[in-house]
């Protein structure tokens, strides 16, 4: 494309399903215009809090098929305690439980909405026909069921599911419509990697929210929350604040999330210590690395393990910007530019107690065969330039912002192609492509740190600088029902910073 293939419309008579612009109903949270106080001042202690794991949900096997029903519904839930806020859940008051399920075998969902307002479900991460993607295309109204199915591709790693309603993504996750998922599979099985769930393979779902004076959590859409999005001054996992986990073995897989609308983080262990970061978004890296921190944007996942062999407790950090400018800056100075590593503050968000000593155990040397990306192989390069405007409006890839009704570009099945991603705006942006898991090639000409060496389908892209990934899409052809790639900081998303391609 270079930036320069035509749009086409989208014959709306022929897609799938439920379509038009989702109604704005109210999502049950009051915006900003109250108070805004610190949550550590409203909880009134650091007294620790048992870390909630979401239930492990496998669903039932029905004529061959690994079948999950499930519903999204209201709910309520006590960030600060005593003082109930209103939120959405999947098969839970807020979040969700972790779908569990294996590379190869067929899965479906049935799944119910019983709020008063269109939801979607997308499955991120995932290779999948576009009417089963769960994008804007897939509404689900009102008291509607929707059944999509299709065949787990993915390798063993940590997907997720989320709200994906264009112009509501954003105030819908935040109130809890989203849930972890993994994908299983034999090659991971045999390399002996902590996964007894619950025990020493845990799902960290980090994500921040704003308190209002009264306790509850607000969504405060404003000029410069759409430009900056949503960021909150209380960090939680699963849902728990101030969280603690009490490890009975020695090794403990951490596999985190950050599922904030808008927020950078870097997660370290205080003291310095090391992990050994396995695996990122699609699945596991050739071989463990060790590390002293790792910088996810919002929608990314990493998988670390941390020793605790010798019964000393950790604690995990969350390092996030002060200044809310702090994604600017120049490309080539660190993940997110220089300012997001410098100030602001550092919240524990885990502290990890074992509850004695054990027997220390080694990684093995190699996870899985992981050749190096071949740019070769690319038949054509398609160039996708993010800009923005000030005050969140001119949301916009390749000077056009988000239109239900016209798709952007069409891929040829099977072709390898070069997606050069270019950010010609002043703040970082996470891109997100959907039925896709890429490989990174470059960082203006740079070869990418260890957790860009594997399987990716979300990609930080700094200020002024292009970043080249190399992907094909291997199968599910529909020439007018289409997928989405767009910046995963949701109000961007929401604001129009997204555009449409069909597989063909």
């Not at 009102?142 to 989320?162: M, T």
């Not at 983080?265 to 050739?286: H, K």
């Not at 002293?292 to 996942?301: H, N």
Request: proline share 7%; charged share 20%; net charge neutral.
């Amino acid at each position: 494309m270079n930036g320069k293939e035509k749009p086409f419309l989208i014959d709306r008579r022929k897609l799938v399903g439920g379509l038009g612009l989702a109604a704005f109903g109210s999502t049950a949270l009051p915006l900003a215009g109250c108070q805004v106080r610190s949550a550590a001042m409203l909880d009134g202690s650091d007294e620790r809090n048992p870390l909630a794991v979401p239930p492990l949900n496998r669903g039932l096997i029905e004529q061959g098929v690994r079948t999950f029903r499930l519903s999204v519904t209201a709910g309520e839930k006590e960030f600060v305690p005593g003082t109930a806020s209103q939120t959405i859940g999947i098969e839970a008051p807020y979040l969700g439980p972790t779908l569990d399920m294996r590379r190869g075998e067929r899965v479906r969902f049935h799944i119910d909405n019983q709020l008063s307002e269109d939801v979607t479900v997308h499955w991120h991460g995932f290779e999948l026909p576009a009417a089963a993607d769960g994008g804007p295309h897939q509404v689900i109204r009102p008291g509607k069921r929707w059944s999509p199915s299709y065949e787990v591709r993915q390798r063993a790693s940590l997907y997720w599911c989320h709200s994906h309603l264009h112009g509501r993504s954003g105030p819908q996750v935040y109130a809890g419509l989203a849930a972890p998922i993994y994908v299983r599979d034999d090659e991971e099985e045999r390399l002996g990697l902590p996964s007894e769930y619950g025990v020493d393979d845990i799902p960290l779902i980090v994500q921040d929210r704003v308190i209002d004076g009264s306790g509850r959590i607000i969504y405060p859409l404003n000029m410069r929350t759409r430009m900056m999005g949503v960021k909150g001054d209380a960090l939680y996992v699963n849902g728990t604040r101030n969280a603690l986990f009490e490890a009975r073995t020695g090794q403990v897989r951490l596999r985190i999330l950050n599922g904030s609308n808008a927020r950078f983080y870097t997660f370290s262990l205080e003291g310095n210590r090391s992990m050994q970061l396995v695996a990122s978004d699609g699945g596991l890296l050739a071989s463990a690395h060790s590390v002293r921190s790792v910088i996810l944007a919002p929608g990314e996942r990493a998988q670390v393990v941390i020793d605790l062999s010798d019964g000393r407790p950790l604690r995990l950090l969350a390092h996030r910007p002060g200044n809310t400018m702090g994604m600017m800056g120049g490309r080539g100075r660190g993940m997110m530019g220089s300012r997001e590593t410098r100030g602001g503050d550092v919240v524990p968000i885990l502290d990890i107690r074992p509850t004695g000593s054990f027997a220390a155990a080694q990684l093995p040397a190699d996870l899985v065969s992981l050749p190096p990306p071949d740019p070769s192989l690319a038949a054509l390069t398609r160039r996708f330039v993010l800009a923005m405007g000030m005050m969140g409006r001119g949301m916009s890839i390749n000077g056009a912002t988000m239109d239900m009704n016209v798709v952007n570009t069409r891929v040829p099945v099977g072709q390898w192609e070069i997606w050069e991603i270019v950010n010609a705006s002043m703040m970082a942006h996470p891109f997100h492509i959907h039925n896709v898991q890429f490989r990174v090639l470059d960082r203006d000409g740079k070869a990418p740190p260890p957790m860009e060496t594997g399987f990716k389908d979300t990609v930080i892209v700094h200020s002024r600088e292009q970043v080249r990934l190399l992907l094909r899409f291997e199968e599910h052809t529909d020439p007018d029902l289409p997928y989405m790639y767009h910046c995963h900081i949701l109000e961007h998303e929401d604001a129009g910073m997204m555009g449409q391609f069909v597989v063909i």
